[in-house]
């Protein structure tokens, strides 16, 4: 009985120091035309402590020539393609997703081809005494040049351009 108590209380632990967000979308390596319209997904673990979202901000750094060291999103996150407030929510019907916010940005015209990191810094307040917390994660994506972006990835990312506010 003790020493379930322990694992409990070992899990609870664990949870606030894991990761509680993580981009769903785009996958990593994705190729996307700068200048064109994408949809990141934010998706938000279930966890057992409870926590409260407060911010997330999405940008986007590029590598430049040395691919293999891409910015640390801790101390860069480059062009800010998002700041505001974070609410996930299930999908309706709730299906296979965790609670998540689709965000449609734009890669900005003028944004150096190449590998970038797409980076998220996420402050949320956990557990009942309000602990602060900022996490980052990030993905890489190929950005690539505006000319050779095919008409038809327009259509593509207009599909999913929903942003979820809150629902009544
Ligand atoms: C968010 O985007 C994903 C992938 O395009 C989609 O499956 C999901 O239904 C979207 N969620 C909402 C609430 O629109
Ligand atoms: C960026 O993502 C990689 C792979 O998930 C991870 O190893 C790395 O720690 C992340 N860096 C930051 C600053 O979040
Ligand atoms: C991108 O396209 C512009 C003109 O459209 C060209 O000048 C530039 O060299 C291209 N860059 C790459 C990396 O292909
Ligand atoms: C991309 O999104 C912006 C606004 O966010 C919109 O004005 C523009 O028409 C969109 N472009 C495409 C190709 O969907």
Do not use: W
């Given at each position: ?8 209380a ?8 894991a ?16 200048g ?7 998706e938000?673990?279930?966890?057992l402590?409870?926590s ?9 750094a ?6 293999l ?8 996150l ?12 299930y ?17 900005p ?7 970038a ?17 900022l ?12 000319s ?19 629902r009544?």
């Open positions: 009985m003790k020493m379930k108590f322990q694992l409990i070992l899990t609870l632990a664990s949870v606030v120091v990761q509680s967000a993580q981009i769903g979308a785009p996958q990593q390596g994705s190729s996307i035309a700068a064109s319209n994408f949809t990141v997904m934010i938000k673990s279930n966890s402590t409870s409260q979202d407060v911010a997330i901000v999405i940008g986007l590029p590598c430049g020539d040395a691919a060291a891409c910015p640390d999103t801790r101390s860069k480059g062009e800010i393609l998002y700041q505001g407030s974070f609410n996930p929510q999908a309706t019907p709730p299906g296979a997703l965790p609670p998540h916010q689709n965000f449609s940005l734009q890669i015209a003028s944004f150096a081809p190449g590998q990191t797409l980076g998220v810094a996420h402050f949320s307040l956990i557990g009942a005494v309000m602990s602060p917390s996490e980052t994660f990030n993905t890489t994506l190929v950005i690539t040049n505006v050779s972006g095919t008409s038809g990835t327009s259509g593509n990312t207009r599909r999913s351009m929903r942003i979820l506010g809150n009544a």
